[in-house]
């Protein structure tokens, strides 16, 4: 068969049409009612503590750190009290080996090793005066000390603002001895190793940073409703009615919070959304890639959309298709050997070979391709990836698939989306969250999404991550699936805005580290 043949096969299984959208929306529903009753649900949706987003008015300097699946931040957010902020940051890649390292302070000292770099480059003036009061023995002033919000970007059962316990790792994060531990209580031990002026005030999943910097930098007249991830993982946090979290209630264990708003905001954790497959899709790819990941049987719903697996789905798929050495993919046709790396192009130390040896970042390079003949398909095929000689033909096929696994990725972010817009009955209302706190009203509107859907009708969505920044037609493809669900069609659509929350998790983290810890004056 024609390799061009072959290459439609493949992708045509990785469609998911508009019957699976909409059965995947309804048991997205089913578990996000499941997950507010009970813990231990497929869908964790945990209570934040957090009960208001902001409005934009907020102001004072505020640290926040982050740890996601990739990098590590650290930063200082100057919130300038009139929807604008300015933050200044540093950003380290986080070693492989600490990923898996055998205890957790390997990983929480090398953090707050990084968190004293920070002081000691952008605050220097407060690092050091704290150092000297240290040394003379001078009373440490309270509003000398930073009010830090750690944003950690993983499954946390949160039992306060500044306390929760890691549930599991995610992301290729593998470190025992950290599960069931307080994470801010380990940072916090590490900072005081160092001696740093600094306080963990807030602890905040990633998501939620970024629903309360939209909400910040976004105001108008409409609360955001949702923050999501679409990175290296993905996940969503989202404004939920206080009398839907039943189980706060019959929790005994559960932690104070202010009732007065009506509202909390619930961390879905939506990467583990279907992990008994009722719903999801299934390809053999798939199949191959959880059974050989660190965590098998769970985040299935991140294995199928998010960065860290997306490159690693595809890899899967054109192995399966170069096992036959009757498709003609990177065939050196001078050679009549059937043997696979003998009669390739490929050299024999090509990531192709290796296990997450395709990044994701490759499949927006092939989405967004226009050049002739997929010029720069096949340059980077050759430059990153050790295949020479690639044809347009092969450059084609690779594209076919890629781009079906990007838009499988794109659609199933939509259920999420969907499901999270419907159930929180969004639609059929003009609402504003009574989470968002007044005094809102000067807030002018462009925010660059431009639409021409009142403003009391816009039903905001913040986001994150590299696949929504940098796939190429990622929102397009979300937005088709919106439009075939029938609880929200074309109109329900419209109203949808989303709009990148950059930089969110750290000027989220910031803002409810300003809650947190607020004395009086920093607020206001
Ligand atoms: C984690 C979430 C996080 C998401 C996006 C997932 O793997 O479980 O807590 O929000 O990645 O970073």
């Known amino acids: ?303 199928r959309v998010s960065g860290m697996f997306l490159g690693e789905i595809l890899r899967l798929a054109l192995v399966s298709l170069l096992k036959d050495p009757k498709i003609p993919l990177f065939r050196d046709e001078n050679s009549a050997q059937n043997d696979v790396h003998s009669t390739t192009q490929i050299h024999e130390d090509s990531p192709l070979w290796k296990q997450w040896g395709i990044d994701t970042s490759f499949l927006s390079i092939c989405a967004g391709d226009q050049s002739p003949g997929y010029r720069m398909t096949r340059q980077t095929l050759d430059k990153d990836y050790g295949i020479t000689a690639v044809s347009a033909e092969d450059a084609e096929a690779v594209r076919v698939i890629a781009a079906a696994i990007g838009r499988r990725a794109a659609r199933l972010s939509a259920v999420a989306i969907a499901a999270i817009v419907i159930e929180t009955g969004r639609l059929n209302s003009s609402s504003t969250s009574a989470a968002t706190t007044e005094k809102k009203e000067s807030v002018e509107a462009p925010r660059g999404e431009g639409s021409s859907v009142a403003d009391k009708d816009v039903i905001d969505v913040g986001v994150d991550g590299s696949l929504v920044e940098f796939y190429p037609g990622f929102e397009d493809h979300v937005r088709q699936a919106l439009m075939e669900i029938e609880e929200i069609g074309e109109a329900g659509e419209k109203r949808i805005r989303i709009g990148i929350a950059k930089d969110g998790s750290g000027v989220g983290a910031a803002l409810i580290a300003l809650v947190a810890g607020r004395v009086g004056e920093d607020s206001e």
């Open 1 to 303: 068969m024609a390799l061009a043949e072959q290459a439609k096969r493949v992708a045509d299984e990785f469609e998911f049409g508009k019957e699976d959208v909409r059965k995947a929306v309804k048991e997205f529903i089913r578990e996000m009612d499941e997950g507010l009753q009970k813990d231990g649900a497929e869908l964790s949706q945990i209570p934040t503590y957090v009960t208001a987003v902001p409005n934009g008015t907020e102001k004072g300097l505020y640290m926040a750190v982050d740890l996601g699946g990739t990098n590590f931040r650290v930063c200082s957010i100057q919130l300038h009290g009139n929807t604008t902020f300015s933050l200044t940051q540093s950003k380290v890649a986080i070693p492989r080996e600490l990923m898996v390292a055998k205890t957790s302070k390997e990983l929480f000292s090398f953090l707050a090793k990084q968190i004293e770099v920070f002081l000691k480059t952008h605050h220097e003036d407060h690092y050091f005066s704290h150092i000297r009061r240290r040394k003379t023995g001078d009373q440490i002033k309270e509003e000398e000390i930073f009010n830090l919000g750690f944003t950690f970007s993983f499954p946390v059962q949160q039992i306060g603002i500044n306390k929760g316990l890691l549930m599991r790792w995610t992301k290729g994060f593998d470190i025992q001895d950290a599960v069931g531990k307080d994470v801010c209580a380990l940072l916090q031990a590490e900072i005081n190793e160092l001696h740093l002026p600094v306080r963990v005030a807030a602890l905040v999943n990633d998501t939620v940073g970024t629903l309360m910097a939209r909400s910040y930098t976004s105001p108008g007249k409409t609360g955001t409703l949702l923050g999501a991830i679409f990175g290296t993982g993905t996940n969503g946090a989202y404004v939920e009615k206080l009398d839907k979290v039943t189980k706060l209630t019959s929790n005994k264990d559960a932690g104070d919070y202010d009732k007065s708003t009506g509202e909390m905001i619930v961390n879905t954790e939506w990467g583990s959304f279907d992990n008994s497959l009722r719903t999801l899709p299934n390809t053999p790819y798939d199949v191959e890639l959880d059974a050989k990941s660190v965590n098998p049987g769970i985040q299935m719903f991140e294995k």
